[in-house]
């Protein structure tokens, strides 16, 4: 193998950047991987099409996390420590398939614009869990909710049967089944003149801003600039995430055991506990889990592992990190068992009644607290768990896109405070898109078609580092930099078994985009193609794009630009004993005069 430097190719050689920094303690890599699984978009509004299974839905994660999960994250983590670089400049692996570094940083971004939802939420009711009655209250709604309206809640129905039309009951006495609505869902909707939210869909509906929720925006942008000028460096950063997550965890496992009393709770964990027919359907649930625990962008395992110091063993990190992704996933969804079953337990006792509990983790569950011995404090710890979890997310993201724009790009590493704060400041005023009646109904939609992306991203990285990269120059770098052998059977389960399985996932994701697809607005539909669909041509384009910059017959260029350029540790000590390991010494000479030149 000729190991090819930028110069060979006719392009600027890769610099390292010296105050990139690195974390505090190797824990903190393991704290922001398990932030990654607070992307509760997983428990909202699509919940009903994956995740209405108990824990025996779960199971098939516990196959796919030894058969590609860990695998693939020692990839992701394999290539971001041995290059000291995000997961665009981690790309020279392969310089042919950089683009997949580029979309990987678009879907990211793309998310941030939708996601600022899940944070603005929790803050609209944490800032009015301060009122003396809380305005979705049985009692508090009396302020606000037309009492003579036709729809139905469950603070104003004794019995299921009590409005039923005379000529229906007549006509049909022996089924009637009636919809009862959630306070707290309820005001949600009275921030938007006109909203049904998840049914009622109207094409001709006008759009809706609610300022109420631009301002949530902002002061949520507000807050992430604010932790981006506090906690810049590296170390700090990774200090705060550690601490987030800790905390986002402590207070939700806190709000667990006080959910334990509600009326309903053990009937909701003895039903998530226990097997049912619909759980032989979990196999969607766990793809999207598992596509989760990358993030949100794809590329953030490869950009957070790239703080780790040269020989951190990412392999045991791997395990862990899985193992605590599925913890969270479970305490989550007891959580939304308990709550579910708390309104089959306090609505009518009648087979005849349905709560329309929508996005119960984050709404629905504010109509719960209400109820509760100190309604208000309560209110507040639960939506501060959510907030925090968004939060992470959110910030994570940001963190990962940053980094990698600053290894790609050496010209923007002078100017850190104005790329990050226009970076937030752009993603801000996008975002108002979604303080909109429209906006707020078909999020979900763009988070499906992440299914779809996430999956095309997994074969591609397969196929560079297992087949153009190799097997055998993998399991090499592997060995070197952990000093421990990567076994031959979990590259032949890569090579072989993970890409029939993805490809059934991508299957799923396609068909389950296409089905929210057709219920969304066509606005909605537009969005997903220039954010999610169109970006993944940029991958051959930007193949192309490199192919054509190289010089040769069309064959010299396909395989120059498939060779790894600039492919070494950046440290210069554990460089020479890559060269030294390797044993080439033509490389030696290259490498040798490519730093003399740069420095």
Same mark, same amino acid.
């Given at each position: ?49 994956f995740f ?69 939420v ?142 309903g ?8 506990? @226990?097997?049912?027919?619909?759980? #032989?359907?979990? *196999?969607a %649930?766990?793809? /999207? !889990?598992v596509?989760?625990? =990358? ?38 969804g ?25 996005w ?9 607290m ?8 309560? @209110?507040?710890?639960?939506?501060? #768990?959510?907030? *925090?979890? %968004?939060?992470? /997310? !959110?910030i994570?993201?940001? =963190? ?26 752009g ?67 890569l ?44 991958i ?10 190289s ?46 030149e740069?420095?």
């Amino acid at each position: 193998m000729v190991y090819e430097t930028s110069y060979g190719t006719g392009q600027k050689p890769f610099t390292p950047d010296p105050n990139r920094g690195m974390w505090e303690k190797p824990s903190d890599y393991i704290f922001a991987c398990f932030g990654l699984a607070l992307k509760l978009d997983l428990f909202s509004a699509s919940y009903w099409f994956f995740f209405d299974m108990g824990i025996f839905s779960m199971m098939p994660y516990f196959i796919y996390m030894v058969i590609y999960l860990v695998p693939i994250l020692v990839i992701h983590s394999f290539m971001g420590q041995f290059s000291s670089s995000g997961f665009i400049s981690a790309f020279r692996l392969s310089p042919f398939f950089k683009g997949m570094g580029y979309v990987s940083g678009f879907l990211a971004i793309s998310m941030l614009i939708y996601y600022s939802i899940f944070a603005a939420v929790p803050l609209l009711f944490m800032i009015n869990s301060f009122r003396p009655t809380l305005p979705w209250s049985c009692e508090g709604m009396k302020s606000w909710y037309n009492q003579s309206s036709d729809t139905s809640t469950i603070c104003n129905v004794t019995d299921g049967r009590e409005s039923l039309d005379s000529d229906y009951s007549e006509y049909n006495s022996s089924f009637y089944l009636k919809m009862l609505e959630v306070p707290s869902v309820l005001y949600f909707q009275s921030h938007f003149e006109s909203m049904e939210y998840m049914y009622g869909y109207e094409e001709d509906k006008d759009y809706d801003l609610s300022w109420h929720f631009v301002g949530y925006f902002v002061l949520i942008w507000g807050i992430i600039a604010l932790i981006f000028y506090k906690f810049s460096e590296t170390a700090k950063f990774g200090k705060l995430i550690r601490y987030m997550v800790l905390g986002t965890l402590g207070l939700l496992v806190v709000c667990f055991v006080r959910f334990l009393f509600l009326p309903g709770a053990m009937k909701g964990l003895l039903r998530f506990a @226990t097997p049912h027919d619909r759980d #032989m359907m979990g *196999m969607a %649930s766990t793809f /999207v !889990m598992v596509l989760h625990a =990358f993030g949100a962008g794809w590329g953030s395992v490869i950009t957070l592992s790239s703080f780790n110091k040269f020989q951190t063993n990412i392999m045991s990190y791997s395990w862990i990190i899985s193992f605590g992704q599925i913890f969270i996933y479970i305490l989550f969804g007891m959580v939304n068992f308990m709550l579910e079953y708390y309104f089959q337990e306090v609505k009518v006792a009648s087979y005849d009644t349905h709560v329309m509990s929508h996005w119960m983790l984050f709404l629905s569950s504010a109509s719960v607290m209400a109820s509760m011995e100190f309604a208000n404090l309560w @209110t507040f710890i639960y939506y501060t #768990m959510l907030l *925090m979890a %968004s939060l992470t /997310v !959110m910030i994570t993201q940001i =963190f990962t896109i940053l980094q990698s724009l600053f290894d790609e790009f050496e010209q923007l590493r002078g100017r850190k405070q104005e790329v990050t704060f226009g970076l937030i400041g752009g993603l801000a005023l996008c975002s108002f898109i979604f303080c909109t009646n429209d906006g707020v109904s078909y999020f979900s939609a763009l988070s499906l078609d992440a299914i779809f992306s996430h999956s095309v991203l997994h074969l591609l990285l397969l196929l560079v580092v297992l087949w153009i990269y190799g097997r055998e120059r993998f399991q090499r770098d592997i060995e070197f930099m952990l000093r421990q052998p990567f076994a031959s059977w979990k590259v032949f389960i890569l090579r072989f078994m993970s890409p029939f399985i993805l490809g059934i996932c991508l299957l799923a994701g396609l068909s389950a985009a296409i089905f929210e697809h057709s219920y969304s607005s066509m606005v909605v539909l537009v969005m997903a193609i220039f954010l999610l669909g169109l970006p993944l041509l940029f991958i051959p384009g930007y193949g192309l794009y490199y192919l054509y910059q190289s010089s040769g017959t069309f064959c010299e260029r396909f395989r120059r630009t498939c060779r790894p350029t600039d492919w070494y540790p950046v440290d210069m000590e554990d460089r020479q004993r890559y060269e030294e390991f390797v044993g080439n010494t033509e490389m030696t000479h290259q490498l040798f005069e490519v730093t003399e030149e740069v420095n």
